[in-house]
């Protein structure tokens, strides 16, 4: 009986549970949100319905992944016609659809960034980022940021920073984490110097469009290099070009292009980590680096490259490339035709529906919406973000900026679940809300959330 509802993939929520119970990793059930949580049946585009049929707002995208919108028709159709040409191949062969998805992806990006490698996770991406840096540079050590998130292989545990995510076992050597720039919850920072239509209510000395805030953070990495690092020679320093796991946290105007112009100077690479925030979402161009004036060595991504299908990309010079070809290496899935067409399905969608302009329009509407509610209610300390990645950040206390209590939290991420709406949580303390939908979603959907943010935020205000 037990095993025809299986084959049927009908399953009641109680045999979730129990499946749960004795037959997955403690883990997995760890990652589980809600106290109550919530299992999904069928999605579309920016909606998703649970075993009894409730409707949901999709507001997270299945941690930033479903970027052209659930099951979107013309993806489906890609994967559908894919699956009965060839599922895999692996690259001894040549085949149709990688060489096609290669090309129109190295087309996307700037500069000579234009040889592809594709992978199946971020952490996978993350982990040929690093050894292309150390073998092309002939230089080890690496510097990440505190609060940032690279994944969970070894060694991306190592550039991930923070303890709440290592594991009490050795992941790295020669890794180093350097003072995050965080405009809001960091030593310095002021009221212009993010990039982004919400700035913090901090005040701020700067003038003349100098950010001291900037300099002081790269300060911070100089230091890293002058005490942390053997003979200052780094590999590489991955950055995420806006925090996400960390509470879309952004760095000062300037930031990133000084700490590359320094990690440059001392021998290594920039690896942009755009697993997050790349394919358009955050409004102003496809890849946030650019929103920095950069262009960096390296570049991952992952996440909504394949709008949830299993995939992730490296994307370096021909010359980084090169250093790899002293020794043979090898993926097996990587690549495979079902990905490739997926992710050149991808980015059809995201230009033909103008994706990246429209979270430009919608996120700037959705954030100016969100601002007031920062100045209306005492537990909303800071708004930010670009586009269609968005963090509120709770706290206790806007003076201090002590972030609100877990506990206080989840009840109001329980509630605003209640009502319908799904939203993602971040923050080393897990006190920011995360707003990343589906780039479908419309100015109308940031109109049904709103009053759902405020009548919840109301209801725990103190
Ligand atoms: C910025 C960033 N890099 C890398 C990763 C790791 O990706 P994956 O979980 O696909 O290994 C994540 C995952 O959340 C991420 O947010």
């Keep these: ?73 013309k993806v489906n159709d890609a994967l559908i016609q894919q699956i009965n040409k060839v599922w895999h191949t692996t690259n001894i062969y040549y085949n149709e659809p990688f060489h096609a998805y290669a090309e129109k992806l190295a087309s996307t990006l700037p500069g000579d960034l ?42 991306t545990m190592g550039l991930t920073g923070h303890s709440t995510w290592k594991q009490n076992s050795p992941h790295y050597f020669g890794i180093h984490h350097a003072m995050n720039p965080d405009v809001y919850k960091g030593i310095w920072g002021g009221e212009s110097c993010r990039d982004s239509p919400v700035q913090t209510d901090r005040k701020c000395a700067c003038s003349g469009g100098v950010c001291q805030a900037a300099d002081k953070y790269v300060e911070q990495l100089e230091e890293v290099l002058t005490y942390s690092v053997p003979q200052r020679k780094v590999a590489a320093m991955f950055i995420e070009s806006i925090q996400g796991v960390g509470g879309v946290v952004q760095y000062p105007k300037g930031y990133v292009k000084k700490a590359q112009d320094l990690i440059r100077k001392n021998g290594g690479v920039i690896i942009s980590d755009e697993v997050q925030t790349g394919f358009g979402r955050t409004g102003d161009h496809l890849w946030n680096f650019e929103s920095h004036g950069i262009i960096p060595d390296i570049v991952t991504m992952a996440k909504s490259i394949g709008n949830g299908f299993p995939m992730a990309a490296v994307v370096t010079t021909p010359k980084i490339a090169q250093s790899l070809a002293n020794a043979s290496h090898f993926n097996t899935f990587g690549g495979n035709p079902m990905a490739s067409a997926v992710g050149k399905a991808v980015l059809e969608v995201i230009e033909e529906e103008k994706l990246q302009q429209h979270c430009k329009t919608v996120g700037t509407y959705f954030l100016k919406e969100l601002e007031k509610f920062r100045a209306e209610f005492s537990n909303v300390g800071d708004v930010r973000g670009k586009g269609f990645m968005i963090g509120i950040e709770m706290v206790e206390n806007k003076e201090t900026r002590k972030q609100l209590a877990l506990e206080k939290v989840l009840d109001i991420f329980e509630d605003l679940k209640d009502e319908g709406l799904l939203v993602g949580r971040g923050g080393h303390y897990g006190n920011v809300f995360r707003l990343s939908p589906p780039m479908c979603a419309t100015k109308a959907d940031v109109d049904f959330a709103l009053p759902i943010f405020r009548k919840v935020f109301k209801k725990h205000a103190t």
Excluded at 123 to 150: C, F, K, P, W
């Design 1 to 73: 009986m037990r095993l025809g509802r299986i084959l049927q993939q009908n399953l009641r929520y109680e045999d979730l549970q129990r499946i749960r119970a004795t037959n997955v990793h403690v883990s997995v059930n760890k990652a589980t949100l809600y106290r109550k949580p919530l299992a999904i049946r069928n999605a579309s585009m920016q909606w998703m319905y649970d075993l009894n049929g409730k409707k949901y707002l999709d507001f997270f995208g299945g941690i930033v992944t479903v970027g052209v919108g659930h099951c979107h028709p």
């Design 114 to 155: 234009k040889t592809v490698y594709l992978v199946n996770s971020g952490s996978e991406a993350n982990d040929l980022a690093l050894l292309m840096a150390r073998v092309s540079t002939g230089n080890y050590d690496v510097i990440a940021l505190r609060n940032g998130y690279h994944g969970m292989s070894p060694n």
